[in-house]
């Protein structure tokens, strides 16, 4: 048989999808170590970002930390974090799957705030708005959109990188594909494809399920109004900020 052959007969086993390490438990595990990650970056970069927009700082800062997380081997942080005091497990997976939610989260909390109208802000003082009602009045509410975009392309980021914390036994769908290369191509040839396709359908999924719940977040307001955030944080950042 060829490898999709394969692939299809491994997806057709009832007992690869209900065994304890099976189909349905190793997504659950995926979508729990993604969620722990995207949730631990939030919790660092939404509050940091909201900051560093609402006062006008920081610009160039975002930028730096978003292209140097692109020069991060994604392996090499999923290796080191389990050989420190941290040790093997969800919270060395969690923590490194982290650092790589935090970059489009920071940005997108940044441009957000950088976005919102400077009249709309003036209009904002003149009602006598103090700086902290400005923000979760005014600034926020406007920002959802920057926000939620920077949630989804976190979250499918992570949910895709997650699958390699498999080479430290780290769990999720990679170590369908972890044990498919360990029977060998030519036997496990099927289960390594059906593994990847796996992988693909849930980014789909989150990416889908996440898209729908950006466009439920956006004010009515704007709507009406085709509104899409800028491609880089450097796009959108004025000269000198």
């Known amino acids: 048989m060829s490898v999709i052959e394969d692939a299809i007969v491994w997806l057709n086993d009832p007992l690869n999808w209900t065994n304890p390490d099976g189909i349905f438990a190793r997504t659950a595990e995926h979508l729990w170590i993604s969620a722990a990650a995207v949730a631990l970056g939030c919790a660092v970069a939404w509050p940091l970002g909201v900051l560093m927009g609402h006062v006008g700082r920081g610009g160039p800062a975002v930028v730096t930390v978003t292209n140097l997380s692109r020069a991060v081997p994604t392996v090499a942080l999923l290796t080191i974090f389990p050989l420190t005091a941290i040790g093997f497990g969800p919270p060395a997976i969690i923590l490194a799957l982290s650092l790589f939610a935090i970059p489009p989260l920071l940005a997108n909390a940044y441009l957000g705030l950088r976005e919102v109208d400077p009249e709309v802000r003036d209009a904002g003082r003149g009602m006598g708005l103090s700086g902290w009602q400005l923000l979760r009045k005014v600034e926020l509410p406007l920002a959802?959109?920057?926000?939620?975009?920077?949630?989804?392309?976190?979250?499918?980021?992570?949910?895709?990188?997650?699958?390699?914390?498999?080479?430290?036994?780290?769990?999720?769908?990679?170590?369908?594909?972890?044990?498919?290369?360990?029977?060998?191509?030519?036997?496990?040839?099927?289960?390594?494809?059906?593994?990847?396709?796996?992988?693909?359908?849930?980014?789909?999924?989150?990416?889908?399920?996440?898209?729908?719940?950006e466009k439920a977040l956006l004010p009515k307001s704007l709507r009406r109004v085709k509104h899409r955030p800028p491609a880089s944080v450097a796009d959108a950042l004025p000269a000198g900020s």
Do not use: D, H, K
């Open 144 to 213: 959802v959109p920057y926000l939620a975009n920077g949630f989804r392309i976190a979250a499918v980021q992570v949910v895709a990188t997650a699958t390699l914390a498999a080479y430290v036994n780290g769990g999720g769908l990679g170590m369908i594909i972890s044990r498919g290369f360990g029977l060998g191509l030519a036997s496990g040839g099927g289960q390594v494809l059906a593994g990847g396709l796996l992988v693909a359908l849930l980014c789909l999924a989150v990416e889908g399920v996440l898209a729908l719940a």
